[in-house]
């Protein structure tokens, strides 16, 4: 069995959201998070999207309490999926320098 890597414990629950990299905008859902990371999985895109480990990019999303935040996270893995339809992707990320808003949406979620 493999040992646990996250230094959290990740919550399931989902999220729209919004990832920014290279200039594009992708749409998405946040499958689960915790205090410094979170799994998302994107909607089918056109074209293959230039995302890999260590790419820096923006997260936004609609907390349940309807307040907007801006997320800057650093993609961990990177994973597209091929279809007749075009390529959606699923990515880990870090959250770096979570926002106050965010880490007291996780704490009321325990």
Request: aromatic fraction near 8%.
């Amino acid at each position: 069995m493999q040992k646990e890597k996250r230094r959290a414990i990740r919550m399931d629950d989902s999220l729209e959201a919004k990832i920014i990299s290279g200039g594009k905008t992708y749409s998405g859902i946040v499958m689960n998070f915790s205090e410094d990371g979170l799994y998302m999985v994107t909607a089918t895109a056109n074209t293959i999207v230039d995302i890999t480990p260590s790419t820096i990019i923006e997260l936004k999303c609609k907390l349940p309490s309807d307040k907007k935040i801006s997320l800057k996270c650093e993609v961990k893995w990177f994973q597209t999926k091929n279809s007749p339809h075009g390529v959606a992707f699923s990515m880990g990320m870090e959250i770096l320098r979570p926002p106050k808003e965010y880490i007291n949406f996780i704490e009321n979620l325990r």
